[in-house]
């Protein structure tokens, strides 16, 4: 016989209830423990109860009962309790904790064939909703602990939902990424980046283990009869169990319905050749399929196939405009205190909104609670340093992470006399706090400042800076809703100080704020739906720049430009659907709304004519914070993913978006004087629609990884420039903006091997970007109102990054880049017009520069693994473009007596050599 009948005499009492027993009672209490009421009811009655005291603990309960059966009133009183209850013979009545008793057993329980019911399939036996453990149930025994979710009760339901948040025991963070297994069931899922993690599992006994990379695993019994939580604090494990985690974690990429998303952690880029030694989790990103830069020298990043200024970059939830030092060699980020990069290029989430092509989304670390801990290197143009400090023990700590560089003195002890002037130099400083309020809250602060100031043989000295800071409180409501209340402020500016031989020193100013006010909920309501919902508001600050003269004998006359002001709204839902076991859908959606808001004087001109001074009409006037003008519409978020197999996915997304502020720059780099410009009357703000389709497949357990992915993007209202427009400090910059359309396509495919002494990614991109500028005037036609590359179009994109471990200690990494040359505008001609040579140029990006090839290399040593030891030390020693290889990073032309000479400028064209010294404690 499979079933095994525990038989449980309660204080000697025979197990009958009393069925014909009508006892009522009037009764009436108000918040009083649970324990009160059975002594009122003892009173009241001749009934006695029997149970454990501690197992009602200080729980009270409020009733009014009037007339009503004892039985009715203990269903109430115990309700949402884990305590069930029995009535005996002679008035006795006994509690259970957990636990129901059953008087009568389903026919065919012993086994009689001929009424024997069907059972399920199960490790448990389930015979009318009662659930009875089979002798091959064996509970793990040692020091397994035995949990009960929840009291037995008769149900209908086949499967329960267990949640909980994982913590590391000693520093009181969250494990995110922590893999949580039923062993019996074959079911699992991992915790997110709060450390919540839900699951589904059916009722009766599941043994539930727990595994992460350096946490020490843990096994309970759960024996499940409700919906219920289930918190673990882990510690810390000596022995790495590297293949558990990343096999938990490179499983999202085929089971997430999401698609276009990449995920770079801090930890990753530190065997990643880069320039001058630097951890760099930006340049790392850009060596994945879809995300480039239009080369050495040059901010911001070029997302399937959008402009610099359509991505979305966040810090800790507040928006970082620049996040780069001296013109994108060096990242703006502590490479210390920042845990991890996740960018979305294909399935955005409906919360985020503003852009047109990604989201970059970076973490930085929790402090530790528990002790003291910091980590540090020197390199030969910088140095950084992070230091975990706990401010109130297991509860709160401060993370405090400072960078400088120390060109200046580089450049001054260099023998060429055309640099004794210049400088170089930039710092960044982040302070992050962390506090856990007790288990439902939780409070996150983040302050960065970071700061650049460059002046190369030039008798300008330009700075640039960013400034942000967002506090983040987290309130679990209960086991299915969790909430974030944001709030978050940054600010980006550059001011540029002249200062030459004539009398026209000037000091030019600009600035850009915004402050965000956001509230994002989650729901999750069952297995099947898992609900993000919230609001959002935005408030733009844009200085569009100012001039004034720099000493008492400057001629220049003071401008100042007037300030811009909009508000931006949105409300957003998403719903992670689980459709059945192979189909997984992501349904989000995102309404916008945009107010251009006025102190301001905005210009009217002809309807249907050119902007320009021949066609204008009117200035008409707003009020502080009166409408200009309103901008809204829908933003759909939908992706999916079917299972064609356990580890092989197809996935589609559509994705539609709106951006309503812009850079305005005419350069073909990005630079950090580009000014940023507010939708209002004249100018309109982007929008943009995007198809993609990818095929998902891992092998070897999850130890290689290949996508295919494919997407198509129709955009309008691209802003673009007339030829030679003036942007900077200029009143009436709408006559010297273009708006038209814009479409890119491509394929990215990659191929990544996780483990192993040899792992690392091959990535490959075929991408084009195109823009048409097409009109009935002349003045606003560009090539023929045809289509035509962008200035960051490059169709081929090759990225190999690979690192062999000789040891634990030894290990040798190669970073291998291949480009097409973006597009260049050239002379093909020259004519004269009333005694002047000129310049004839061809249609406007025909042509290419060469293409780029980079070969890097890097050794790196890490010390021994002593557990005891002061510090732990990492030596990299790098070679940045090994081959030497002379990469164009601009061609431009200059006409020098009646001659068009070309002239090409590079950035690194020689081998640069680097070592670094990082240590950890």
């Given at each position: 016989?499979?079933?095994?009948?525990?038989?449980?005499?309660?204080?000697?009492?025979?197990?009958?209830?009393?069925?014909?027993?009508?006892?009522?009672?009037?009764?009436?209490?108000?918040?009083?423990?649970?324990?009160?009421?059975?002594?009122?009811?003892?009173?009241?009655?001749?009934?006695?109860?029997?149970?454990?005291?501690?197992?009602?603990?200080?729980?009270?309960?409020?009733?009014?009962?009037?007339?009503?059966?004892?039985?009715?009133?203990?269903?109430?009183?115990?309700?949402?309790?884990?305590?069930?209850?029995?009535?005996?013979?002679?008035?006795?009545?006994?509690?259970?904790?957990?636990?129901?008793?059953?008087?009568?057993?389903?026919?065919?329980?012993?086994?009689?064939?001929?009424?024997?019911?069907?059972?399920?399939?199960?490790?448990?036996?389930?015979?009318?909703?009662?659930?009875?453990?089979?002798?091959?149930?064996?509970?793990?025994?040692?020091?397994?602990?035995?949990?009960?979710?929840?009291?037995?009760?008769?149900?209908?339901?086949?499967?329960?939902?267990?949640?909980?948040?994982?913590?590391?025991?000693?520093?009181?963070?969250?494990?995110?990424?922590?893999?949580?297994?039923?062993?019996?069931?074959?079911?699992?899922?991992?915790?997110?980046?709060?450390?919540?993690?839900?699951?589904?599992?059916?009722?009766?006994?599941?043994?539930?283990?727990?595994?992460?990379?350096?946490?020490?695993?843990?096994?309970?019994?759960?024996?499940?009869?409700?919906?219920?939580?289930?918190?673990?604090?882990?510690?810390?494990?000596?022995?790495?169990?590297?293949?558990?985690?990343?096999?938990?974690?490179?499983?999202?990429?085929?089971?997430?319905?999401?698609?276009?998303?990449?995920?770079?952690?801090?930890?990753?880029?530190?065997?990643?050749?880069?320039?001058?030694?630097?951890?760099?989790?930006?340049?790392?990103?850009?060596?994945?399929?879809?995300?480039?830069?239009?080369?050495?020298?040059?901010?911001?990043?070029?997302?399937?196939?959008?402009?610099?200024?359509?991505?979305?970059?966040?810090?800790?939830?507040?928006?970082?405009?620049?996040?780069?030092?001296?013109?994108?060699?060096?990242?703006?980020?502590?490479?210390?205190?920042?845990?991890?990069?996740?960018?979305?290029?294909?399935s955005i989430p409906a919360e985020y909104g503003g852009r047109l092509s990604s989201v970059f989304e970076i973490t930085n670390k929790d402090a530790n609670t528990e002790k003291f801990a910091g980590e540090a290197s020197v390199g030969p143009v910088t140095n950084n340093i992070a230091l975990q400090i706990p401010i109130v023990k297991e509860k709160?700590?401060?993370?405090?992470?400072?960078?400088?560089?120390?060109?200046?003195?580089?450049?001054?002890?260099?023998?060429?006399?055309?640099?004794?002037?210049?400088?170089?130099?930039?710092?960044?400083?982040?302070?992050?706090?962390?506090?856990?309020?007790?288990?439902?809250?939780?409070?996150?602060?983040?302050?960065?400042?970071?700061?650049?100031?460059?002046?190369?043989?030039?008798?300008?000295?330009?700075?640039?800076?960013?400034?942000?800071?967002?506090?983040?409180?987290?309130?679990?409501?209960?086991?299915?809703?969790?909430?974030?209340?944001?709030?978050?402020?940054?600010?980006?500016?550059?001011?540029?100080?002249?200062?030459?031989?004539?009398?026209?020193?000037?000091?030019?100013?600009?600035?850009?704020?915004?402050?965000?006010?956001?509230?994002?909920?989650?729901?999750?309501?069952?297995?099947?739906?898992?609900?993000?919902?919230?609001?959002?508001?935005?408030?733009?600050?844009?200085?569009?720049?100012?001039?004034?003269?720099?000493?008492?004998?400057?001629?220049?006359?003071?401008?100042?430009?007037?300030?811009?002001?909009?508000?931006?709204?949105?409300?957003?839902?998403?719903?992670?659907?689980?459709?059945?076991?192979?189909?997984?859908?992501?349904?989000?959606?995102?309404?916008?709304?945009?107010?251009?808001?006025?102190?301001?004087?905005?210009?009217?001109?002809?309807?249907?004519?050119?902007?320009?001074?021949?066609?204008?009409?009117?200035?008409?006037?707003?009020?502080?914070?009166?409408?200009?003008?309103?901008?809204?519409?829908?933003?759909?978020?939908?992706?999916?993913?079917?299972?064609?197999?356990?580890?092989?996915?197809?996935?589609?997304?559509?994705?539609?978006?709106?951006?309503?502020?812009?850079?305005?720059?005419?350069?073909?780099?990005?630079?950090?004087?580009?000014?940023?410009?507010?939708?209002?009357?004249?100018?309109?703000?982007?929008?943009?629609?995007?198809?993609?389709?990818?095929?998902?497949?891992?092998?070897?357990?999850?130890?290689?990884?290949?996508?295919?992915?494919?997407?198509?993007?129709?955009?309008?209202?691209?802003?673009?420039?007339?030829?030679?427009?003036?942007?900077?400090?200029?009143?009436?910059?709408?006559?010297?903006?273009?708006?038209?359309?814009?479409?890119?396509?491509?394929?990215?495919?990659?191929?990544?091997?996780?483990?192993?002494?040899?792992?690392?990614?091959?990535?490959?991109?075929?991408?084009?970007?195109?823009?048409?500028?097409?009109?009935?005037?002349?003045?606003?036609?560009?090539?023929?109102?045809?289509?035509?590359?962008?200035?960051?179009?490059?169709?081929?994109?090759?990225?190999?990054?690979?690192?062999?471990?000789?040891?634990?200690?030894?290990?040798?990494?190669?970073?291998?880049?291949?480009?097409?040359?973006?597009?260049?505008?050239?002379?093909?001609?020259?004519?004269?017009?009333?005694?002047?040579?000129?310049?004839?140029?061809?249609?406007?990006?025909?042509?290419?520069?060469?293409?780029?090839?980079?070969?890097?290399?890097?050794?790196?040593?890490?010390?021994?693994?002593?557990?005891?030891?002061?510090?732990?030390?990492?030596?990299?020693?790098?070679?940045?473009?090994?081959?030497?290889?002379?990469?164009?990073?601009?061609?431009?032309?200059?006409?020098?007596?009646?001659?068009?000479?070309?002239?090409?400028?590079?950035?690194?064209?020689?081998?640069?050599?680097?070592?670094?010294?990082?240590?950890?404690?």
């Amino acid at each position: 016989m499979r079933c095994v009948l525990t038989i449980i005499l309660l204080l000697g009492f025979e197990l009958t209830i009393a069925q014909n027993d009508s006892i009522k009672v009037t009764m009436t209490f108000e918040k009083a423990p649970i324990v009160d009421v059975l002594k009122e009811i003892e009173e009241l009655t001749e009934y006695r109860f029997y149970y454990a005291p501690d197992w009602l603990g200080t729980e009270t309960v409020s009733g009014d009962y009037e007339n009503v059966a004892i039985q009715n009133i203990l269903e109430n009183v115990f309700n949402g309790t884990v305590i069930n209850f029995y009535i005996l013979k002679d008035k006795k009545i006994a509690l259970i904790k957990n636990n129901i008793i059953y008087d009568e057993l389903p026919p065919g329980f012993f086994g009689n064939l001929e009424k024997s019911i069907k059972v399920e399939e199960s490790e448990n036996t389930v015979v009318n909703n009662a659930i009875f453990l089979t002798r091959d149930d064996a509970l793990e025994r040692g020091e397994v602990e035995t949990v009960r979710i929840g009291r037995a009760h008769i149900t209908e339901r086949k499967s329960f939902v267990l949640s909980g948040y994982v913590q590391n025991k000693k520093t009181n963070e969250p494990i995110p990424n922590l893999s949580v297994v039923a062993k019996n069931r074959k079911i699992g899922t991992v915790t997110d980046a709060s450390g919540f993690y839900k699951i589904e599992l059916p009722p009766g006994l599941n043994i539930v283990e727990t595994s992460s990379l350096g946490i020490q695993p843990m096994r309970k019994n759960v024996i499940i009869y409700n919906d219920g939580e289930l918190n673990f604090q882990l510690n810390e494990s000596v022995e790495r169990l590297e293949e558990v985690v990343v096999s938990a974690d490179l499983a999202k990429n085929v089971e997430e319905a999401v698609m276009g998303t990449t995920e770079v952690s801090a930890e990753e880029t530190k065997n990643v050749p880069v320039v001058l030694g630097e951890r760099n989790l930006l340049k790392v990103a850009t060596t994945l399929p879809g995300i480039s830069t239009v080369g050495e020298g040059a901010t911001g990043f070029n997302v399937r196939g959008g402009n610099a200024d359509q991505n979305l970059v966040l810090m800790d939830d507040a928006v970082i405009y620049n996040p780069t030092h001296f013109f994108g060699i060096f990242q703006a980020l502590n490479p210390f205190t920042a845990e991890d990069l996740k960018i979305y290029k294909g399935s955005i989430p409906a919360e985020y909104g503003g852009r047109l092509s990604s989201v970059f989304e970076i973490t930085n670390k929790d402090a530790n609670t528990e002790k003291f801990a910091g980590e540090a290197s020197v390199g030969p143009v910088t140095n950084n340093i992070a230091l975990q400090i706990p401010i109130v023990k297991e509860k709160s700590g401060l993370l405090v992470g400072g960078r400088s560089s120390y060109s200046d003195w580089i450049l001054r002890s260099l023998d060429e006399e055309s640099l004794k002037d210049s400088q170089a130099s930039f710092y960044d400083f982040i302070l992050k706090y962390n506090h856990k309020i007790n288990e439902k809250n939780e409070i996150r602060a983040t302050g960065y400042y970071s700061k650049d100031a460059f002046s190369i043989t030039s008798d300008s000295l330009y700075n640039y800076s960013n400034r942000l800071f967002s506090v983040k409180w987290n309130h679990r409501f209960n086991e299915k809703n969790s909430g974030d209340l944001i709030l978050a402020n940054s600010e980006y500016r550059f001011n540029i100080d002249f200062d030459g031989d004539a009398d026209t020193d000037f000091r030019l100013g600009y600035r850009v704020n915004e402050t965000e006010l956001k509230l994002k909920m989650r729901y999750s309501h069952s297995v099947a739906h898992k609900f993000n919902y919230g609001i959002s508001s935005k408030l733009y600050l844009v200085n569009p720049g100012d001039i004034d003269p720099e000493g008492s004998e400057s001629i220049v006359e003071p401008l100042s430009i007037p300030r811009e002001k909009a508000l931006e709204s949105a409300i957003f839902l998403s719903d992670t659907y689980k459709v059945n076991e192979k189909l997984l859908l992501d349904l989000g959606f995102r309404y916008s709304v945009y107010f251009a808001l006025g102190k301001s004087t905005q210009r009217t001109y002809q309807e249907g004519l050119p902007l320009d001074e021949g066609t204008f009409v009117d200035n008409i006037e707003f009020g502080n914070n009166e409408i200009i003008k309103t901008y809204s519409g829908p933003e759909v978020r939908v992706s999916g993913r079917y299972f064609l197999a356990e580890d092989f996915s197809v996935k589609a997304a559509y994705n539609s978006t709106f951006q309503y502020i812009h850079t305005l720059s005419n350069n073909t780099t990005v630079s950090p004087i580009d000014t940023w410009k507010l939708s209002d009357l004249n100018i309109e703000p982007q929008r943009a629609n995007q198809y993609s389709l990818g095929l998902f497949k891992n092998f070897d357990d999850s130890n290689f990884e290949v996508s295919l992915e494919g997407y198509f993007k129709k955009s309008k209202n691209n802003l673009d420039f007339k030829v030679g427009a003036d942007l900077l400090l200029n009143e009436t910059i709408e006559t010297e903006v273009l708006q038209g359309e814009g479409k890119a396509y491509g394929v990215e495919f990659l191929v990544r091997k996780n483990r192993g002494k040899l792992n690392g990614w091959l990535g490959y991109t075929y991408s084009r970007s195109f823009i048409k500028l097409d009109s009935e005037f002349a003045e606003e036609l560009v090539n023929n109102g045809e289509y035509f590359p962008t200035n960051f179009d490059k169709p081929h994109d090759i990225s190999l990054v690979a690192n062999y471990k000789f040891t634990k200690r030894f290990s040798l990494s190669t970073n291998f880049v291949y480009q097409t040359g973006r597009p260049v505008t050239y002379p093909i001609g020259s004519y004269t017009f009333r005694g002047a040579d000129y310049a004839f140029y061809s249609d406007r990006n025909k042509f290419r520069i060469p293409d780029y090839y980079r070969l890097d290399l890097s050794f790196n040593v890490e010390g021994n693994h002593k557990l005891k030891k002061l510090a732990h030390s990492f030596w990299n020693i790098s070679i940045y473009n090994v081959l030497g290889r002379n990469n164009p990073y601009s061609v431009f032309f200059i006409t020098e007596s009646g001659e068009i000479k070309a002239f090409k400028s590079s950035i690194f064209s020689i081998p640069i050599p680097t070592i670094t010294y990082n240590f950890k404690f």
